[in-house]
């Protein structure tokens, strides 16, 4: 019997290819590779055309800023951001990473699990693709390493949009949001084991109430949790001290997008985050949304995101 999220993954597959985009396996070192969806300019065909162009017709192509797209912990890349791309990719050249442990992403001899481990590796992928500057665009997992991108390489990416995530996922909001939410740890919820666990993960991650058949469930479990050893080590490295913790002082523009029902990081955490960023952070409220809610309202977050970058690249919205 088909698994149904195995069959949506190979739809995905020629969507991204119809848009453009292209699957990349980047070398970050011997051993440690790291799948990323890339505009086809970047593959070895585009390059030796483009080697062949005359130095002045090279100056009149207008380079598209550069958006990487970065997935949570339940799914990987195009899954997460499967009503985004072809929003964006018109007018940016859109990048769409898998994380170690998700997707065609693996490392077989390197043993850090942290966010800045995964920033790192994203940060030398997207250089060997030739990405020097970019806006990165981080949901859940994905804002962790966005923010962690931004304070180690403030040099690439120069401006965040951020959705149901934070600075640092410290003790005390952990014991906060599984003492909400009733789990024992986030390895319980984002890790399920049974259809019935598959089923309280999409009811804490979506405001509307949807009905779940069983076989669904079923193929989401087989077809999304696997590397289990790997991302429970993600995801108690994720977990930091109160007191080790310093929030740094990013020079970013700070875009924070957020669904209004967000059962996880509710309304009260995202404004302490906004009032925590300060005057460089922006807080935009999605209605009828959750933690999901770039999947829930995929064209009001998309008129939203797109209206973001925008106010960024002005000289874009010009053309």
């Known amino acids: 019997m088909v698994n149904l999220v195995a069959a949506e993954k190979q739809l995905l597959h020629w969507v991204m290819k119809q848009t453009g985009l292209r699957p990349q396996t980047?070398?970050?070192?011997?051993?440690?590779?790291m799948n990323i969806w890339a505009p086809s300019e970047t593959t070895k065909k585009a390059k030796a055309q483009a080697s062949c162009k005359e130095e002045k017709n090279q100056k009149k192509i207008t380079k598209k800023p550069a958006v990487v797209l970065?997935?949570?912990f339940a799914a990987e890349g195009i899954l997460t951001w499967q009503f985004q791309v072809?929003?964006?990719?018109?007018k940016y050249a859109v990048y769409v990473p898998d994380l170690l442990f998700?997707?065609?992403?693996?490392?077989?001899?390197?043993?850090d699990r942290s966010p800045e481990f995964q920033a790192e590796c994203l940060v030398k992928g997207l250089m060997k693709l030739g990405v020097d500057t970019c806006t990165a665009v981080g949901?859940?997992?994905g804002g962790f390493v966005a923010f962690k991108m931004a304070d180690l390489h403030p040099?690439?990416?120069?401006?965040?949009v951020i959705s149901g995530s934070i600075t640092a996922y410290t003790d005390s909001i952990n014991a906060e949001i599984m003492g909400r939410l009733g789990f024992s740890s986030p390895l319980e919820m984002l890790m399920p084991t049974s259809v019935e666990g598959v089923k309280t993960l999409f009811k804490v991650a979506l405001y509307k109430k949807v009905w779940i058949p069983d076989?669904?469930?079923?193929?989401?479990?087989?077809?999304?949790?696997?590397?289990r050893k790997e991302k429970a080590e993600l995801l108690e490295t994720l977990v930091s001290s109160s007191k080790d913790v310093t929030i740094p002082k990013f020079p970013q523009r700070i875009h924070l997008l957020?669904?209004?029902h967000d059962q996880i990081f509710n309304m009260k955490i995202a404004q302490g985050l906004k009032d925590q960023l300060g005057d460089k952070a922006t807080l935009q409220i999605i209605k009828k949304g959750g933690h999901l809610v770039h999947l829930e309202r995929p064209c009001i977050y998309n008129r939203r995101l797109k209206a973001i970058l925008a106010s960024l690249h002005t000289d874009v919205t010009q053309q």
């Open 215 to 227: 076989r669904l469930a079923r193929d989401f479990l087989q077809g999304m949790f696997n590397n």
């Open 155 to 160: 040099h690439m990416v120069n401006s965040l």
């Open 26 to 33: 980047i070398e970050i070192e011997h051993g440690t590779t």
């Open 139 to 141: 949901f859940s997992y």
């Open 102 to 111: 998700f997707g065609g992403s693996m490392t077989c001899n390197m043993t």
């Open 258 to 260: 957020w669904g209004e």
């Open 86 to 90: 072809k929003a964006l990719t018109g």
């Open 70 to 72: 970065i997935h949570g």
